[in-house]
């Protein structure tokens, strides 16, 4: 994470997201590190709902993660997110999810994005999100 | 499900779909009457996907579900799927959810769908899909 | 709702939450309602957490969903929940989910569940949670 | 994949796999992947639910996943599933997961499993699921 400006946010593991194994489903840490990236757009000014409205979309092209400790029903998980690189039509995130109350790391994570238009044509990612997601500041 | 045309369709059980209390989560019985719901519809030409293409949605207005057994991984399940009623903007579809080997009830449900069009708007069920979702054949 | 003490938990929509239709797919609310019920319970002292180590369970018998309006990636929902009828071994939840920001209703349900033990045996439900859930307070 | 022994199944989308960009949600995948391992382990005569009955859980340590194109509703797809790699006491799975009628390729992944016990601490694979998931036969 080093310098880089971090965004965090914090919820409840819903009863759903247990499996057999009497742990959070390995799935769900997918979708929370989604809930992760939403954050930190919304509180970098960002709101991807507004990208796609502007008619971008950051389309996933590769994810991994790596599997450390299990989150339970009943506890508290934190997500942490950074923009790990940014290029032109590119942009790398990193996670790390941690028990709210012991800090104990459950997940660290990367996943890459490409920017492409409605039409699915790969394209810049519009300088406005840019400045926001860069790590320069 | 009386005289009514009924279309079966039969899958494992799949380990995300497990909780903590070992048997499949009671939402994901809701994912199965959708599928349950498009293997209907494609058995009678009536391909949902094809549907939508054309401009409609039949939107679910509401669920009605009895659980009666639990399923499990490592089993297979087998969902029967009928209409129950077909009205000129709405339908309903009754469902059956059973352990395919066993045949034991796992699951009785209803739902109700209302035709919109792409700007949400209440629609007619357009007469093509009418005929092959009528129940009187 | 009437008297009923509610208990409200509010959450922004996941991404992973929407369908092709643009909205939140209506299974999610079924798992949303869970949430709201465990909220319920942690705001009452009685968390589920808490109910299975104790070696009981609050299985759903039955779902009854009424969809109003959508909920879009965007936005964030407030679940409202309550306890609609408490009786030796049965107990019912009521719902009203609501746009967070305009007060929209968007899907209004009951969910009934059994009290049983490890052994999936019917069972009482234990009196310090009879007393936490009682609806007289 | 080279000479190893490959499983495959195939099976539709499913509506609640979408998302708003009108394609699988790409968290879906991971969880076709762990379809993609249990029939691979049925095929194998090493059903991964008799696994755990006999007291070994292969635990998720990590996934990569690479996405190359999309799944929509109305499609079918094929998980072609195989052992990377078998140790004493990890195991990794390689995936491809393709297009069912055109046979263009949607995401590769791996994903690699540690065998523990019933509290949780790190075993051997047990010699008879060995044998049966070894890539030399």
Redesign the interface.
Known sequence: MGGKRTVETT??V???E??????V????Y??WM??GR??FMRASGA????V?RGGH?F?????????VASA???ERVTVRTWVEELRSRQLTFGYEIVNASTGAVLVTATSEHLCIDRQGRVARIPDQWRKLLSTDH
């Open positions: 919820f409840p819903r009863y759903a247990t499996d057999q194994m009497q742990v489903h390995h799935s769900n997918v979708v989604e809930e939403s954050e709101d991807y709902a507004q796609e979309y389309t996933a092209t590769g994810i991994q993660v790596r599997y339970r029903y009943g």
